[in-house]
């Protein structure tokens, strides 16, 4: 190659000599195949303007470059991260040491170790007797004798280590015997939590009455409003008097307005009858305002407007009589729901635990002509001894016996409400005895069954008229209706009691209604009565006075206590 650039060439000079002694000599290789090396000689000089010049790189972006030196500063290095420093030692001496137990180990019994390590000397072997006296060491003497053993350390052992409980699903014996436990007889009024497995039907539970308070003087607020339902606008009334008899299925509903503008406001319409809501101490009802008259003076005007709850929309002559025949089989309840439908009313029935039972009709067995829908309800529950109480402010009712417990058994009843003497404003007595009767024919007329109901433990000398429905097909509502019959005789009186109204969820008694069993607490004698109808009467609008007055069916002898 050409010379140049030869200044730019880095002289190398002599190295220096270090560890001289540890080199490796170097020998001339033996010649081997020396005929067949390949001579080297000087290349020829061609291309050499061509030839790639090899000179030193030039610098560039010097003042870039990566400048390596000792910029950490001295305060940086406390900052040095330390990787699995020591703790400190603190309590060293109080660690807690661990140890393995002698978990499979024989047992150690380190009272009975010791039991059998100890010695004690018997007579005859090693006796010490000095001076005839036994021996007993000195606490002060260089040498006596220590019997005292102390047994060495064990390690601790886990109690029943090797007895391990398996837990396994338990085996199933006698899967077909098994026994059906149906509801409990209702021997009791109070429920005992016993199951009767001899009795398929319900237990009947019943919560006992709320307790009334007993004061030396009420004070009582009431408060009355009635309102038009369409416009929530205030009526100017004088009075109302509602009521409801145990054999209607409608609240009746009267108030005297003054003022014309009241009047115009509830009057009739081609809309049909406006609706209106009264409240009594909160209690809540609705009413439908049938009719009106109005009487009057010159300065003075008064109005007297009537009515009755929604449930009458489902009777005449808001409702239609319909006439039909079941083609098939269905049941009472059946009945009743199909007499609502499409009429946005609900009934209440409890037939498995309240009553009255329910019971099928056979094909051709059920039948009527031009009847309202109420109608056939309210005819449906007088076949199994029941009634309809109708709801105070919505689009129901509920179907109850009459009789909840038969007469004769009220003094072991549980009953609804208590009334005590302290509460009753004025009461009122009219003896009506009836035949004491113990028997009674039940019976369907085209179809069904005949039932002879008797009252247990007596003779059935003493029969009632003879019941005959054209619709009782079932032996439980015979029963019921027996029941209910014979409940109707015997040495009995209508009470009239007047009570206030308290508020709703107050004090009890509250709102007494049909077909509730009453508790009432006189000054000399307890007793309990049905409740037959209730009536309640407001005088004068927002402060008034309120009172309800109770009719009630007492029944001597088997309802006194």
Avoid at 159 to 181: C, H, K, N, Q, Y
Avoid at 406 to 415: H, K, R
Wanted: some cysteine; hydrophobic content about 40%; aromatic content about 10%.
């Amino acid at each position: 190659m050409a010379k140049r650039d030869v200044a730019a060439s880095t002289p190398w000079g002599v190295a220096a000599d270090l560890e001289q002694d540890n080199t490796g000599s170097w020998n001339a290789s033996a010649v081997v195949d020396e005929q067949a090396q390949t001579a080297w000689g000087e290349g020829d000089a061609e291309d050499c303007a061509a030839g790639s010049q090899w000179d030193t790189v030039a610098q560039k972006d010097l003042a870039q470059s990566l400048s390596w030196d000792r910029s950490i500063k001295p305060q940086d290095v406390r900052l040095r991260l330390i990787y699995r420093p020591q703790p400190a030692h603190h309590d060293a001496t109080a660690s807690q040491g661990w140890f393995h137990c002698d978990e499979f180990g024989p047992r150690y019994d380190a009272d009975a170790v010791r039991a059998a390590s100890l010695y004690i000397p018997v007579g005859g072997v090693v006796d010490f007797s000095l001076a005839g006296k036994r021996y007993i060491p000195s606490t002060s003497a260089s040498v006596f004798f220590d019997f005292r053993y102390t047994p060495a350390a064990h390690a601790i052992q886990p109690v029943d280590g090797g007895a391990v409980v398996r837990f396994t699903p338990a085996r199933i014996l006698d899967e077909m015997r098994s026994l059906p436990w149906g509801w409990g007889t209702p021997t009791d009024p109070v429920p005992t939590g016993i199951v009767y497995p001899d009795y398929p039907g319900p237990v009947v539970v019943i919560d006992p009455p709320q307790e009334p308070d007993i004061l030396e003087t009420y004070m009582i607020a009431n408060t009355v409003t009635l309102v038009d339902m369409a416009t929530g606008t205030p009526l100017a009334f004088v009075s109302v008097d509602i009521g409801l008899d145990i054999d209607s299925f409608a609240w009746t509903f009267s108030a005297e307005l003054f003022g014309r503008t009241s009047l115009n406001l509830v009057k009739q319409d081609a809309n049909g009858p406006k609706t209106v809501e009264l409240t009594i101490n909160g209690w809540v009802w609705r009413f439908l305002v049938e009719r009106y008259s109005g009487s009057g003076k010159h300065g003075s005007e008064r109005y007297t407007i009537s009515g009755s709850s929604r449930t009458q929309l489902l009777a005449a002559p808001y409702a239609p009589g319909r006439s039909g025949m079941n083609t098939a089989a269905l049941t009472a309840r059946n009945v009743v729901d199909d007499q609502l439908e499409f009429t946005g009313f609900t009934a209440n029935w409890d037939t498995v635990a309240m009553g009255p039972p329910d019971w099928t009709l056979p094909a051709g067995a059920f039948s009527y002509s031009e009847m309202t829908p109420m109608e056939v309800i309210h005819r449906l529950a007088e076949v199994a001894g029941g009634i309809v109480r109708p709801s105070l402010a919505g689009d129901s009712f509920t179907i109850l016996p009459r009789y909840r417990e038969a007469t004769w058994n009220w003094g072991e009843a549980v009953a609804d409400c208590i009334v005590p003497a302290e509460i009753v404003a004025e009461w009122g007595s009219e003896w009506s005895p009836q035949t004491a009767w113990n028997f009674v024919y039940v019976s369907g007329i085209s179809y069904g069954v005949s039932v002879q109901v008797r009252r247990a433990g007596t003779a059935g000398d003493e029969p009632a008229p003879d019941v005959m429905e054209e619709w009782m097909t079932g032996t439980d509502p015979a029963r019921t209706r027996g029941v209910c019959e014979l409940s109707k005789g015997g040495n009995q009186a209508i009470e009239t009691r007047r009570i206030p109204l308290f508020e709703n969820g107050g004090s009890a008694p509250g709102l007494v209604q049909p077909g509730m069993l009453v508790e009432f607490r006189d000054a000399d004698e307890t007793w309990r009565g049905l409740c037959l109808g209730v009536n309640i009467r407001a005088e004068g609008a927002g402060a008034s006075k309120v009172w309800q007055t109770l009719k009630i069916e007492r029944h001597y002898e088997e309802s006194s206590s």
